[in-house]
């Protein structure tokens, strides 16, 4: 065969490999268009919400002047700077306790600002009309993140015994998975110290009805025998209520609360005519406004 007709047997060939090599590249860019949002969104830091949201476009006209703040803040209904609160009782239970009727409560109520509050809390038992245990807190909060704020102030223990004052300094805040968290360190007169752990989910079960499991957890450094209790790990106390949200401010309930005591609590507890393992059915009402 001539070198002509080899040329010419060979033609076909490298049009075929120049064609096929422009449509590799052009697959190539294609599939990189195609996957770039895809592997954007998944190196992206932002939230769903911040990329749903898209900012108004900027005003086309200035104003001949400054609008003073508070102008700016009734002409828009919208305060940044102002304050509010709320007082949340989230827990008025009745508790049939050995035979005898308990009530027991927890408590909270806060003021201020976004990034600013004054927190009060409170919770205890009462039982044959008398408070057998209860504290309250006064906390300054202050958001140090999305989702979690820093707690400091002061701790009262008051009930059957001597008082107890503790300083306290604590977080508190909203875990992966929605779960409510609270964990607070005390130090006390005498050199005591103390530390509270406590968790609770709300598990929608309808759109009223709302299973919420809890825990809370105590440990104490020292022992108190005028208190009950024993150092280290104190108490472990693990509930279940079920309740029906009329309203999302008004909610009966109805669950189980078991309560280990552990150590020397539990040596006090017996002494005291006490069980240190306890399974309480209770009934109740949470509310807030």
């Known amino acids: 065969m001539s070198t002509r007709a080899l040329m010419r047997a060979r033609a076909p060939t490298r049009a075929h490999t120049f064609l096929a090599g422009r449509a590799l590249r052009a697959g190539a860019v294609l599939a990189l268009v195609c996957c770039a949002p895809a592997f954007a969104q998944n190196n992206d830091p932002t939230t769903q919400s911040e990329r749903e949201h898209v900012p108004p476009d900027p005003p086309q006209q200035e104003l001949p002047h400054p609008m003073p703040y508070r102008q700016m803040v009734q002409m828009m209904e919208m305060d940044d700077r102002d304050r509010f609160g709320k007082v949340m ?68 223990d008051f009930g059957e015994g001597p008082s107890r004052t503790w300083a306290a300094l604590g977080i508190q805040g909203l875990a992966p998975y ?14 005591r110290t103390a530390a509270r752990i406590s968790s609770e989910y709300d ?13 809370e957890l105590n440990l104490y450094g ?45 040596d006090f507890a017996r002494a005291a005519g006490e069980d240190a393992n306890d399974l309480q059915a209770l009934a109740g009402l949470r509310l807030w406004f």
């Open 89 to 156: 009782l989230d827990r008025l239970d009745w508790r049939d306790a050995d035979g005898a009727s308990a009530f027991e409560w927890d408590a909270a109520a806060w003021y201020g600002g976004d990034y600013d509050k004054l927190w009060l809390k409170t919770e205890g038992e009462r039982r044959n009309r008398s408070t057998e245990d209860a504290r309250a807190e006064l906390l300054w909060d202050r958001i140090f993140s999305r989702w979690w704020s820093v707690q400091a102030g002061i701790r009262q």
């Open 178 to 191: 929605f779960f409510d968290v609270e964990a607070t360190a005390y130090a006390g007169e005498g050199g």
């Open 203 to 215: 598990l929608l079960l309808t759109q009223r009805l709302v299973l919420q499991p809890e825990a």
């Open 222 to 266: 020292k022992d108190d025998p005028g208190r009950r209790i024993g150092s280290g790990l104190s108490d472990l106390q693990i509930g279940l209520r079920l309740r029906y949200e009329f309203r999302r401010e008004l909610a009966p309930y109805i669950g189980l609360a078991w309560t280990r005591r552990f150590g020397k609590s539990a």
